[in-house]
């Protein structure tokens, strides 16, 4: 006996931070659609497209099958804008399909509406999810991510992949740019592996670090004075198949000691908590800020912060940085004197 498909409902909602997931879900749906009416999907995008138009599609009658109409981040809309959409929920046109896609969770009465017509499926975590949630989640999600390519993977390699991929900034969350990271490097994890499982090394060898992770690793050494680590990682940022902007670097220094400034003016020893409240910065990172703002004397970080405000003048205009073969060659060694000035400042 033939497995029943389930019926087409009148709209289907598809959000989340799990991007893959609400793309694969509105490419399963299209597919299906298409096959079954034998009409293309009719295509809109929030920040192009007014509500209006796209009611006026799903109300139009359909001379074939099922009609698809597809709506992508809706909630580019502003809670006005979307009331069209809310309006036509309540009788809609059951020879239309429509579709909607967002990362961000919709409004109230959009999601209500959605929910009483059709279907809702929510993937990623709660946008409101706890730090040990979200940090849970995307271990998870990479996991998953790695066996839906047909890899299996140490525990290590799970938390190696989250570690070099996602980006602890409320940004990367509401984009969903860490979920679909984590997706795209699993399935390059997975054909690079083969049949062997995935290992630790092997994150390390095939996943670039986004550069502020690369760059966190650069300040928690220039913090220890590890003149050693941090020359070893000024190396690893300047080689290899994904070597990191030097002003890129600049950047995600600037941005994290900046912090550690942030946290210092709480209290002596803030927690990880004060720190996340006062910087927007979450999780382990906020973790080390704290750690580090009892560690290091506060006028040494305002020391560095300004150093690190010049780095950027003379990556962008110093005679030092036009030298060598290429541009790069004299950006990178502006960076490395940088450093020698930043190791001595936490001597």
């Not at 959009?110 to 990623?124: D, K, N, P, W």
């Amino acid at each position: 006996m033939s497995e029943q498909r389930a019926p087409i409902r009148e709209v289907f909602l598809f959000w989340g931070e799990d991007r893959e997931s609400v793309n694969r879900n509105l490419r399963n749906l299209t597919a299906r659609l298409e096959s079954e009416s034998g009409m293309p999907a009719q295509r809109f995008r929030a920040d192009e497209d007014p509500a209006d138009d796209v009611v006026a599609v799903c109300q139009a009658l359909s001379m074939g099958g099922t009609q698809l109409v597809v709506l992508e981040d809706i909630s580019s809309y502003k809670a006005a804008d979307v009331a069209p959409i809310v309006a036509y929920l309540d009788a809609p046109n059951p020879g239309t399909c429509l579709a909607l896609t967002s990362v961000d969770k919709p409004s109230p009465k959009l999601l209500a509406a959605c929910e009483s017509a059709g279907l809702v499926r929510q993937f990623g975590p709660d946008p409101k999810a706890k730090t040990r949630d979200r940090q849970k989640w995307l271990n998870e999600h990479a996991a998953k991510e790695l066996g839906r390519h047909g890899a299996r993977a140490e525990a290590a390699a799970v938390r190696e992949l989250v570690t070099r991929v996602v980006v602890d900034r409320p940004d990367a969350h509401k984009s969903g740019v860490n979920a679909l990271e984590l997706s795209s490097a699993a399935g390059l994890l997975a054909a690079y592996a083969g049949a062997e499982p995935v290992t630790e090394a092997m994150v390390r060898e095939i996943v670039p670090a986004h550069p502020d992770a690369r760059a966190y690793l650069l300040a928690d050494a220039l913090v220890g004075g590890d003149d050693a680590a941090v020359h070893d990682l000024l190396a690893e940022l300047a080689s290899g198949s994904d070597p990191a902007n030097p002003i890129a670097i600049q950047g995600a220094l600037s941005r994290h000691f900046q912090g550690l400034a942030a946290a210092q003016r709480l209290s002596p020893r803030p927690s990880p908590a004060e720190v996340s409240e006062a910087t927007g910065i979450r999780g382990y990172p906020a973790q080390k800020l704290a750690e580090q703002a009892a560690r290091i004397p506060r006028g040494t970080v305002t020391g560095i912060v300004a150093r690190i405000a010049a780095l950027e003048l003379e990556l962008r205009v110093s005679a030092f940085a036009r030298l060598g073969r290429t541009r790069d060659d004299g950006q990178r060694f502006v960076l490395e004197i940088a450093a020698r000035d930043l190791l001595a400042l936490t001597a």
